[in-house]
Every structure is written in C-alpha cells, then in structure tokens.
C-alpha cells in the first residue's frame, strides 16, 4: 500500500490516471501531454505499473497502457472498514 501512496502523491501521476481513465493511451500519446522528457515519462509510467494502477500491453514497437483499478478498489475498501470501525467505539 506504501507503493499506491507513493504513485498518488505526484500530481504527473494522478494526470495520467486520469487520462487513462477516459482511454487506453500508448506512452507517447501520454507524453505529448507533459513537457517533459521520454525518461520521465517512463518512470511515472513504470511506478504506476509497479503499485499496480496501470497495466501495460506491447504491440510492436508501442506500449500501450490500461487503468487498472482492483487496488484502488481494494484499498477503498480497507480505509472503510477502518472508518467504520473507528465509528463504533
């Protein structure tokens, strides 16, 4: 959980998701939205991938990237029962 924190925190990360999440991008589609270099580009792209909030398919010479949202909802789900938890004492 560490990891999911860690990629939410940058808000270049969080603008990606939520690019994502209106479509599947290839890593140069999500690049030309940030003026900033191929490498850094990657390495958002690679954290993502690691904290498991994006999936990533080659064809070719492109990358393809997916929202993947399993551990936000999993997480969603451990942060309500804590609150609800802490409600009933």
Do not use: C
């Amino acid at each position: 959980m560490n990891l999911l924190f860690k990629a939410l925190r940058d808000p270049t990360r969080r603008r990606i998701l939520e690019m994502l999440k209106e479509r599947d991008l290839t890593a140069g589609q999500i690049a030309e939205a940030f003026s900033m270099t191929a490498p850094s580009i990657s390495y958002h792209l690679d954290l993502l991938r690691h904290a498991q909030l994006v999936s990533s398919r080659k064809k070719g010479q492109f990358v393809t990237y997916s929202l993947e949202t399993t551990v936000l909802d999993d997480s969603l789900g451990w942060i309500l029962d804590l609150i609800k938890k802490g409600k009933r004492k």
